[in-house]
């Protein structure tokens, strides 16, 4: 029990941490959805491409020298942004291309679509950076290195807290935009009628696209603060990391803004805490390789007796 007490505190920062870019990964599925019932399995490289496009920008910073010039957040806000556009651009670009022709087809139609334009982005990334650099993972410029020590047992990154802060900010930014902002609310106009909201005057079209720049701007801006944790991405980094997203987001209650932040969090703490009290009460017959399974097999009990999660899900209602 005394080596249990040891290591949960830090399992469970290392749990929140995580829980964070889940819950900021999560927000683009939960939006996408919200607006279009559609389950934008493309978000998750997205994601990797937010990545590459933030570590890209540091290691040219780095390169021309600016990145040791420049205070380590100044650094960070820069790579943000160019994550950011480059996501979010090409979350618009993909909503036009692959989604918009077939808006009105079976559910079926999108899904396929969407799983077509996630093998297309993890190769064509690849290839890029094959061609490029003769190698298809970066590793990226260390920002944070203090460590703050709060005990022996636990030590808190100063680059975890970061990611935190930075996540909390745009999290709250983002409910405040769509709770009071003038477009939020036409976001949600579309989402409760697309017919009605287009005899209003409000674009749909428009709102739609908007829709897609925000959250895969939000993915682009998680695959940034990914690289700065985690250090090492590659094209397939996304892959298991939005479906996780994805299991989050069905968590908290898909659709649901709130939710998908619960979600995420809750789903950090549980799996990084999780395997921790399993490990130690198997013995370690059950160890960390099992991580991932546990995530999964919360999503199917949340399934199983919760399918509307745990804030529940968005349901729109039409006269």
Known sequence: MEQLAHILPQSLVDGLTLGFVYAMVALGYTMVYGVLELINFAHSEIFMVGAFAGTETMLYMQSKGYLGALPAPVALIV????????????????????????????RLVPFISAIGVSFFLQDFVRLVMGLWKNAFYLTAPSLFTAIITVS?????????????????????????????????????????????????????NSVIALTFFIG???????????????????????????????????????????????????????????????????????????????????????????????????????A
């Open 152 to 204: 022996p047992e636990l030590k808190i990154p100063v680059k975890a807290l970061i990611l935190i802060l930075a996540s909390v900010i745009m999290m709250l930014a983002l409910q405040l935009f769509v709770t009071r902002g003038k477009w939020g609310k036409a976001m949600r106009a579309v989402a409760q009628d697309k017919d009605t909201a287009s005899l209003m005057s409000i674009n749909v």
């Open 79 to 106: 790579a943000l942004i160019a994550g950011i556009l480059v996501s979010g651009t090409l979350g618009m670009l993909i909503e036009r291309i692959a989604y918009r022709p077939i808006r009105y087809a079976p």
């Open 216 to 318: 895969a701007g939000l993915g682009g801006a998680a695959g940034t603060l990914f690289a700065v944790q985690y250090s090492l991405i590659n094209p397939y980094v996304g892959y298991l990391l939005g479906i996780k997203a994805f299991t989050a987001a069905v968590l908290g209650g898909i659709g649901n803004i709130p939710g998908a932040m619960v979600g995420g969090l809750l789903l950090g703490i549980l799996e990084s805490t999780g395997i921790v009290l399993i490990s130690y009460i198997t013995h370690g017959a059950i160890g960390i390789e099992y991580k991932d399974v546990l995530a999964f097999v919360i999503l199917i009990i949340i399934l199983i007796f919760k399918p509307g999660g745990i804030l529940g899900e968005e349901v729109r209602e039409k």
